[in-house]
């Protein structure tokens, strides 16, 4: 498991690494045109790298929230097997709580990925 983590880990930071440089390459040759300011290399990519962030933040809370939440209720279920129908209507509406987090988590990266409303500041 500790080995799985660790390759997702490296290939986020792959990834964002590769967004921000994407990011300034894109940034550095409209300012060569004059329709960018000289700031935005790097603010597109800090969003880039936020972006990431609020992801892989957002989705970590989240995992290992369910995780407790499907644990406990297993418990439960093996502890009171007369309440199992009670206890698995309780788990699937926490699950749905708290994924409805990562889906928040989700709409911020692409808010700042897409319509971000600062990029007005930044594109002439």
């Known amino acids: 498991m500790r080995n799985k ?3 997702m880990g490296m290939a986020a930071v792959l ?17 060569q045109a004059g329709k960018v300011g000289e700031g935005a290399a790097w603010f597109f990519g800090l969003t880039l ?17 369910m995780g407790n939440t499907v ?9 009171q097997p007369e309440m199992i129908s009670t206890i698995q209507t309780n788990m ?8 409805s987090l990562c ?8 808010i ?5 409303p600062f990029k007005g500041l930044f594109v002439g």
């Not at 790298?49 to 929230?65: D, E, P, Q, R």
């Not at 509406?93 to 708290?98: E, Q, R, V």
């Open 5 to 7: 983590m660790l390759w």
């Open 15 to 31: 990834m964002m690494t590769a967004g921000v440089a994407l990011a300034s390459g894109d940034a550095e040759g409209a300012a």
């Open 49 to 65: 790298l936020g972006a990431g962030l609020a992801i892989g933040l957002g989705t970590v809370g989240t995992g290992v929230g």
């Open 71 to 79: 644990g406990k209720a297993l418990e439960a279920m093996a502890r």
């Open 92 to 99: 699937f509406i926490g699950l749905a709580f708290i994924e």
């Open 103 to 110: 889906i928040y988590a989700l709409a911020v990266a692409m």
């Open 112 to 116: 700042l990925i897409y319509a971000n």
